[in-house]
Structures are given as structure tokens and as C-alpha cells.
């Protein structure tokens, strides 16, 4: 099983990242839109356990990740027979993907600290969890969330567009090999 990618294919290490941080993420918009929704407080405590720790797990991905096309590995090449027009816009969404995922995780952690619902959600502190909107990184929080959804749905769709449209075997690409 190749580790790194070659010109046409991603190597699993790659791979497993990509697939991993897709879930993380998919599970974070759920559980933050069903954290911000609910009224109680127990519940809501359980949520946003996982939800923390899920960001977390995120934010060592992403940074695994930066490394990874940093220091080890390289990118195949783009897909064959795409315009310029769609490299450019595969790269930059791509590449949009993670300052959305940084400023999550920074607004994240700043209403943690600001807010002092660290205490509660780990260790079981008295108190009532706090209205998370009176604190100013909520705003980016949020707008980060909507953000995610837009870029998820350019890249799904892209890559079902390549796949069932196209049928050049872009999915192929991003999954794992022998």
C-alpha cells in the first residue's frame, strides 16, 4: 500500500486524512447546528463534548496534513483533460478549505476561553452554560459553518460531476490503493 501519491493518484496517507477530516467535519456541522438547537442543558453539555473534542481531533488532522504536503509528499497532477478554468477552481477550494478550518477552530476555541464553558463541558464545573451569542467569536463560528456547507457542496459536487458526468475516475484518485 503506497504512503505517498504518485502524478495520477493520492498515496493513503493522504488519503486516510482526507476521508477522516471529511467525517470530523460533517460530524462537527451536525453537532454544532444540534448543540446551537437544543434546550437542554445536559444534552447540550454531552453535545459539545463532542463537539470540542471532535475539533481538536480536526485541528491535529489539519496540521498532520499542512506537514504532510509540506515536508513528505506532493500532489498528483491535475485531472487530466480539465480546463484551466476548473484546476483553478478545484485548487482553490481546496486551498479555502483550510482557513475555514483554522478560523473554526480559533473562534471555537476563543468562545471556550471567553465564555469559561470549558470547566462545565469538562470537568463538571457548577454552573449554566453560557448563551454562546453574546460572545464575538460566534459570529466568525457561524459564518465558518455556512462557509464549510458551500465549500463541501462545491467539492462533493465536483467530484460527482467528474464521476458520473465525466466518468474520468476522479473518486479514484482520493481512495485508497493497493
Do not use: E
Request: net charge positive; aromatic share 12%; proline share 5%.
Amino acid at each position: 500500500m503506497p504512503a505517498k501519491s504518485n502524478r495520477s493518484q493520492y498515496g493513503n496517507v493522504a488519503v486516510a486524512i482526507h476521508w477522516l477530516s471529511a467525517f470530523l467535519i460533517i460530524a462537527l456541522l451536525g453537532s454544532g447546528f444540534r448543540a446551537d438547537g437544543t434546550i437542554d442543558p445536559g444534552i447540550k453539555t454531552l453535545i459539545l463534548r463532542f463537539h470540542v473534542l471532535a475539533g481538536v481531533a480536526l485541528l491535529l488532522l489539519t496540521l498532520a496534513r499542512i506537514f504532510w504536503w509540506c515536508f513528505v509528499d506532493r500532489k498528483p497532477d491535475s485531472v487530466p483533460g480539465a480546463s484551466k478554468l476548473q484546476s483553478f477552481s478545484a485548487s482553490l477550494v481546496h486551498l479555502l478549505f483550510y482557513p475555514v478550518i483554522l478560523g473554526m477552530i480559533a473562534s471555537g476555541i476563543g468562545m471556550l476561553i471567553l465564555s469559561g464553558a470549558g470547566s462545565i463541558i469538562f470537568a463538571g464545573a457548577p454552573g449554566q452554560l453560557p448563551d454562546f451569542q453574546n460572545y464575538l467569536p460566534r459570529i466568525p463560528h457561524g459564518i465558518g459553518a455556512r462557509a464549510f456547507m458551500v465549500l463541501i457542496l462545491l467539492h462533493a459536487g465536483a467530484a460527482l460531476y467528474h464521476q458520473f458526468l465525466k466518468r474520468d475516475g476522479t473518486l479514484k484518485r482520493m481512495w485508497f490503493t493497493k
